[in-house]
């Protein structure tokens, strides 16, 4: 009696299943990267050049935010979630409205001659605004024209625009160019 | 005497220890990668906005970060409950951010000056008047790539 002895467990395998699990581990942990919404802020300007031909009033897309955090688009109010839609519109135009942009005739790489909406939109918020309304408005707007964007790539190409070639990203962002323009700060509305 | 020896050879066998090392090092491994190594320590409270169209920052060594929320609870006394600037570690004002800018551009590469992105870490909560402020100190110095930091929506709309 007691004469077994307890085996030996072999540990040569040990160093592969450590292994492993440092791979598993280095495949599944997804690094803490910082996200965020992409900007570019137009240059300073020294002094307003004097002659500027002013933008018709069709093109112009405005958006009002005030301290309230509500919005204003083209002179009425509107509701955050009804934005995506509005700045769709406003971008396309499909049935040539009178009061929506007009558009430019343009040779494109890949789409031939394009109607390119003449669009801006312009966004102009109060010192009180809040930070996240500010963002979802700023994310309303990409929102809108990366769906565009994404429409006319799987239109065309049958593809994501993020698949796409540089080339054909580029055509693509002709067509519907991200032009936001904030306006010089003002106080609107309260205080 | 006797039955105590019995008892000692019959007893248990130490375990091999010779895989040890290895699992110390995949732990060590693991936690070399997996750790982002936090370069400030916050003295501003920042709750992060939510939003969806995001963009990575994918290149850490082109981005530099401004910090702006409500001073936490031990600087009150001294910086007021306002919202607050915070460049490296230290409480700003605007007036700050262009010698900031041009400091940290300074430590980049030649090549990456030019693709310099600024990320705006604010709260929430913060009134656009400070960011406003800080956008137009940005566009002064020049500094036009711009990231609204925000993280990713939680809920749907």
């Known amino acids: ?191 | 005497m006797a039955k105590f020896r019995k008892k000692k050879s019959g007893g248990q066998q130490a375990i091999n220890t010779a895989s040890l090392p290895d699992i110390v090092f995949m732990l060590l491994f693991f936690f070399m990668v997996s750790t982002t190594m936090k370069e400030v320590d916050l003295n501003v409270i920042v709750k992060p906005a939510q939003a969806t169209e995001l963009v990575k920052l994918e290149k850490k060594e082109l981005v530099t970060f401004i910090y702006v929320g409500v001073p936490a609870k031990k600087y009150q006394s001294l910086y007021g409950s306002e919202p607050r600037i915070q460049l490296n570690d230290q409480f700003s004002t605007v007036a700050d951010i262009q010698s900031y800018i041009a400091q940290s551009r300074d430590n980049m590469s030649e090549a990456n000056q030019s693709k310099m992105i600024v990320s705006i870490k604010a709260d929430k909560e913060c009134p656009m008047g400070i960011i406003t402020d800080i956008k137009q100190a940005l566009r002064k110095a020049a500094a036009l790539k711009l990231n609204y930091s925000a993280a990713e929506m939680v809920a749907d709309r």
């Open chain 1, 1 to 191: 009696m007691g004469k077994r002895e307890v085996q030996e467990v072999n540990a040569g395998s040990m160093a592969d299943i450590a292994f492993l699990l440092l791979i598993f581990f280095l495949v599944t942990t997804t690094m803490d990267t910082d996200t965020g919404l992409a900007t570019l802020l137009p240059p300073p300007v020294e002094e307003e050049p004097e002659d500027t031909p002013p933008v018709k009033e069709r093109n112009v897309f405005t958006v009002l935010i005030n301290s309230q955090n509500q919005l204003l688009v083209e002179g009425k109010p509107m509701e955050i979630r009804d934005l995506t839609e509005a700045v769709k519109e406003f971008i396309v135009n499909p049935m040539d409205d009178e009061n929506l942009p007009e558009k430019n005739v343009r040779e494109v790489e890949f789409f031939g001659t394009v109607e390119i909406g003449k669009g801006i939109i312009s966004l102009q918020n109060d010192r009180d605004t809040e930070y996240q309304t500010y963002l979802m408005v700023q994310n309303e707007m990409s929102r809108a024209i990366n769906e565009l964007r994404e429409d006319l790539s799987k239109r065309k190409f049958g593809k994501s625009y993020d698949e796409l070639e540089k080339e054909e990203q580029k055509a693509v962002r002709t067509i519907y160019p991200r032009k936001i323009s904030e306006a010089e700060p003002k106080n609107i509305g309260g205080n």
